[in-house]
């Protein structure tokens, strides 16, 4: 009986074993050019999902998108980038989604700013909380953005200086982080459903405190939200908003929605082709 009892265990965690192996290739793979980085900066290897425009050609030069959480509603930005170029509503661009590590909590870790927590809380840090260990590395996966994943990009892709990069959720706290600190490195910016509540909105605090150090060439930034989302985060997003109209530079422009009915993971599924078109008119525009 015990024998067949472990026989039985060692059957199940076998079949276990290979539904999260199953999984875990869903997860980890794309229908793209999967890169794996070797990031000194992280120290651990990185997957990168790379989409390149149909008709993908050397010879000619493509605007760059850099996507966090690249795991989530890659399809939609497939199928949504495709459709508008072949409108001529947008230039078709080359996609870069950096997936989540898989079986490892390094999400809020690389997205989470090193101002909040990575165990991100609605009310505010005490004071004698501040162990160098529980903040967001945002500054370190930014590194390795700035540092490894784009010279390794500009040396194997055609890439012209047309770039954005979008986030969701913990992601969109990342491109407020990155627009306020490394404004330089991107055009264009898209927060959905931006996770700017963390300890006492301190996301809001940091980002209406650091725009004026966005100087030099034009900024573009899109900043969306569900219209079914809660409170918290509704006020968070408003809390943005009021900080560009008082203290962005005359360099900064912005676009808004509000996905009507949406909830947190719909609205970044609505708002995809409204940041791509109002940031093709931004630059346009900027072209005149």
């Known amino acids: ?36 980085l070797s990031s000194e900066v992280l120290n651990e290897d990185r997957k990168v999902f790379i989409r390149l425009p149909k008709g993908y050609d050397k010879a000619h030069s493509y605007p760059l998108i850099i996507r966090t959480d690249g795991n989530f509603n890659l399809a ?4 949504v980038l495709s459709s508008l170029a072949e409108q001529g509503r947008v230039e078709d661009a080359i996609l870069v989604s950096i997936p989540n590590q898989f079986w490892t909590e390094t999400r809020n870790r690389d997205l989470v700013p090193p101002y ?27 590194q390795f953005v700035e540092s490894e994943l784009l010279p390794y990009l500009e040396a194997n892709y055609s890439i012209n200086d047309n770039r954005v990069l979008s986030g969701f959720s913990a992601g969109g706290s990342f491109v407020l982080y990155t627009m306020v600190t490394k404004p330089a490195l991107f055009d264009g910016y898209f927060a959905f459903s931006p996770a700017a509540w963390y300890d006492d909105s301190v996301v809001v605090k940091e980002f209406a405190k650091s725009l004026a150090n966005i100087q030099g060439k034009p900024k573009y930034i899109y900043l969306s939200i569900g219209g079914a989302e809660n409170d918290i985060i509704t006020g968070s997003f408003h ?16 676009g808004h929605s509000i996905s009507e009915d949406a909830g947190h993971s719909q609205n970044p599924v609505v708002s995809v082709p409204l940041a791509l078109s109002e940031y093709h008119h931004f630059r346009k525009n900027q072209l005149m």
């Open 1 to 36: 009986m015990k024998r067949y009892l472990f026989s039985l265990l060692g059957l199940i965690a076998i079949v276990a074993a290979g539904w999260k192996f199953t999984q875990y290739q869903s997860y980890y793979t794309s229908d793209y050019v999967d890169v794996v």
């Open 76 to 79: 939609r930005w497939d199928e």
């Open 116 to 142: 909040a927590r990575q165990d991100v809380a609605i009310e505010a840090r005490p004071e004698s909380d501040n162990d160098p260990a529980i903040f967001g590395r945002a500054d370190r996966f930014l």
């Open 239 to 254: 809390g943005l908003l009021d900080a560009l109209e008082q203290y962005a530079p005359a360099n900064v422009r912005w």
